[in-house]
């Protein structure tokens, strides 16, 4: 494959940023060739524990980086992209930035960008200087996905980066047969249904759902899509608290449109967040959203069906579920369609590598 768009992960596993970095090369794949890069892992493990990948296959790359400073992975990359000879090279976050991004300077490639997906990280010294020299390594156009992003960047960098937000795919998020989509998942008629999806981690805050669940009525669920490292902790959590038969952990869930077409509400109790994909997803497939005022959600919710509630805090979310249930008006799709289209985002960074060339 000659002259590809080259996105470069860290690794590949369920989440947000690689996602986005999935649904990106697709997008994009109408206009030019399109792969996607993981500095770590392979092929066989990475699609074993998300079986996703699998139809992605042909257009990923794994370069196996070594744990910790990996001083050979510069060169591999440099040889790599003088071999394909990208039409650009698209970091996403810090390790790919710091390895990839000077990589394809060396290698000639004129194209080369730069999303930052969250803010949080900056806040620590060693990871801005970090990020400096990894930018004036790789110049590239520097981008946030979010405007608080941006913000948070530029003090701690001195740049404003350009603001390109996340984008899904409005076609395959939809609203759909709500009876049909609990039935696929095994999933009760009949019981409001709130739904959270995330990887199992303390950032996501599965936690604060699971505990705000002893503040709602009788008769609500809640359904998780994710895993991680938490998984035993919050269903220990579930049976301490008494809620263990009103909480189900579907572990990874392969039909995420299908997910969403299940809820009468998603819950996003994040500890921290970018602006984040699954509160797009959900409002696409016309499901009102609860959410922890954090990071870059307050861009990313409709303005009249969502709410917002303080974060760390399983009174305030379940106060907010209830007050979302008797809420009224709102167009959460419409939000989507007019602000956070996939084709949109994937349209504005073609035209921000060409401008870079």
Request: hydrophobic residues 55%.
């Amino acid at each position: 494959m000659q002259n590809p768009i080259i996105h470069v992960v860290q690794h590949l596993a369920p989440g947000g940023l690689e996602v986005m970095a999935l649904e990106l090369a697709r997008a994009q794949a109408g206009h030019r060739p399109t792969l996607v890069l993981s500095l770590e892992g392979d092929a066989d493990s990475a699609i074993a524990a998300w079986p996703r990948l699998a139809q992605h296959r042909d257009q990923l790359l794994f370069m196996g980086k070594r744990p910790g400073l990996d001083a050979a992975l510069l060169p591999r990359l440099v040889a790599l992209f003088r071999r394909l000879r990208p039409w650009a090279v698209h970091t996403h976050h810090v390790g790919p930035l710091l390895y990839a991004g000077p990589a394809a300077r060396l290698a000639g490639v004129k194209r080369r960008l730069h999303t930052e997906h969250d803010a949080w990280h900056l806040q620590d010294a060693k990871r801005r200087a970090v990020v400096k020299l990894a930018l004036s390594l790789a110049n590239p156009v520097l981008v946030a996905d979010a405007p608080h992003v941006a913000a948070a960047v530029q003090a701690a960098i001195g740049t404003r980066p350009a603001v390109v937000l996340n984008g899904v795919d409005a076609q395959r998020f939809s609203p759909g047969d709500k009876a049909a989509a609990r039935a696929a998942l095994g999933l009760p008629e009949g019981r409001l249904i709130i739904g959270v999806a995330a990887r199992l981690e303390p950032v996501k805050g599965v936690d604060i759902a699971v505990a705000a669940m002893a503040g709602l009525p009788g008769d609500a669920l809640l359904v998780v899509a994710g895993a991680g490292s938490q998984a035993t902790a919050l269903r220990e959590q579930a049976l301490a608290l008494g809620v263990a038969g009103r909480v189900r952990f579907l572990g990874l869930v392969q039909d995420m449109a299908g997910f969403y077409q299940a809820l009468d509400l998603y819950c996003l109790p994040s500890r921290n967040e970018g602006l984040p994909l699954a509160l797009l997803e959900a409002q696409s497939s016309g499901v009102a959203v609860v959410a922890a005022d954090v990071g870059g959600v307050a861009a990313a919710v409709d303005p009249h069906s969502a709410t917002l509630v303080p974060a760390e805090n399983p009174a305030a979310l379940a106060a907010g579920l209830q007050a979302a249930l008797a809420k009224h008006g709102g167009d959460p799709r419409g939000f989507v369609l007019a602000h956070a289209s996939l084709a949109a985002s994937a349209s504005a960074y073609l035209a921000l590598a060409e401008e870079a060339a």
